[in-house]
């Protein structure tokens, strides 16, 4: 993200700005930069005296404003970090307060988890207004674009990953960056000299089965392989603790959106370049193929039918006219995707 980049690189370059707020509902990149912040702003020698780390849910605006309002000692800067700011949520606009008269010898990192400011209310409008502040707003990865994250990542601290481990892991952990973060740490761990990221490994090390999880499913589906989605089924009821139905239901339903999508698109213009239908479909170039050969056993009815059948189950699955378990759920699930 460039504005994340920016950021960091004012940190280097010493060119702060007194108030940073940092809100969104992805709380990885509010942590990174919040560390990074503890990291590099105060020198080790002055930490004691110049910086102050506060807690959302021990403290109030004006004790916030009150130290923020405080000479740095020995020094250049003072250093401010509210962690957990959304716990202030009912009395953060007395920020505002802060606002009409800055200490500008004070770093105020305020990190606001979970939920943004409403832009409409008056302290986001002070805020963005003020030319000694700077808004950080962390969104969510979109899960279409997790694919990419993770390669990203991934190449940013030197490794390199195999498709197949990457989709493994944005379909096992979700996007949620902090937990992706954390599984790639302990397999750079074992990485040694290698620098490739493999299904094995992510087998290994973080349990995920590399033949028996939802992207085989999917690819089983794909290529219209009803005996193996038939075993990897099996699998799931003999795990499902680590293959919940639930999962598993809203992976196909959202596979079955796409080609749905998908059909739509090439029907009203077949001849359209493939980069363009992936944009309109957003989901990355690679993963177009599966949809093409999906395409060709799934006709735009089928796939339909498809989703009507996921709903059915997914209502069943949470008690609603039925009271089976999961493994029948998704032995009947299979059968009326395949039939």
């Known amino acids: 993200m460039n504005e994340l980049k920016k950021i960091i690189a004012a940190v280097k370059n010493k060119s702060l700005k007194p108030i940073y707020f940092l809100m969104g509902d992805e709380p990885y990149y509010i942590d990174l930069l919040s560390d990074y912040f503890i990291k590099n702003v105060i ?14 849910k021990d403290v109030t605006p004006m004790d ?24 202030m949520h009912k009395t953060i606009d007395q920020f505002t307060d802060y606002l009409k008269a800055i ?24 805020l963005s207004k003020n030319e000694n502040v700077e808004i950080f707003e962390s969104l969510k990865v979109k899960d279409y674009q997790l694919d990419n994250w993770i390669k990203t990542y991934v190449n940013d601290i030197g490794l390199e990953i195999e498709p197949k481990a990457s989709a493994m892991l944005a379909e096992f952990l979700g996007n949620d960056l902090s937990k992706i973060v954390n599984e790639i740490g302990k397999i750079q761990i074992v990485l040694k000299e290698n620098k490739k990221i493999t299904s094995q490994l992510i087998e290994q ?20 392989n009803e005996a193996k989605a038939f075993k990897i089924g099996q699998y799931f009821a003999l795990n499902s ?27 009203k213009n077949n001849a359209q370049n493939p980069n363009d239908i992936a944009k309109q479909m957003g989901v990355n170039p690679y993963a177009l193929k599966d ?49």
């Not at 020198?43 to 959302?56: M, P, T």
């Not at 809203?250 to 739509?264: M, R, T």
């Not at 009815?301 to 998704?330: F, M, P, T, W, Y």
């Open 43 to 56: 020198s080790e020698e002055e930490k004691s005296f110049n910086e102050i780390v506060l807690y959302g």
């Open 64 to 87: 916030v404003i009150s130290q923020a309002r405080q000479f740095p000692f020995m020094g250049d800067k003072m250093l401010v970090v509210i962690k957990e700011a959304q716990e």
């Open 103 to 126: 200490q500008t010898s004070t770093v105020l990192v305020i990190c606001f988890k979970y939920k943004s400011l409403d832009k409409r209310k008056e302290l986001y409008k002070a």
């Open 205 to 224: 090390n973080i349990g995920i089965s590399k033949d028996y999880n939802n992207f085989e499913l999917i690819k089983a589906i794909v290529e219209n």
């Open 241 to 267: 603790k680590n293959n919940p139905l639930v999962v598993t239901i809203a992976v196909l339903y959202n596979f079955f959106s796409k080609l749905l999508q998908y059909h739509g698109i090439v029907y």
């Open 291 to 339: 949809y093409q050969t999906a395409s060709k056993f799934f006709a735009m009815k089928k796939v339909s039918q498809n989703i009507a059948v996921i709903r059915e189950i997914d209502l069943k699955g949470k008690g609603v006219n039925a009271n089976l378990n999961h493994d029948d759920l998704l032995k009947e699930l299979l059968i009326k995707i395949f039939r």
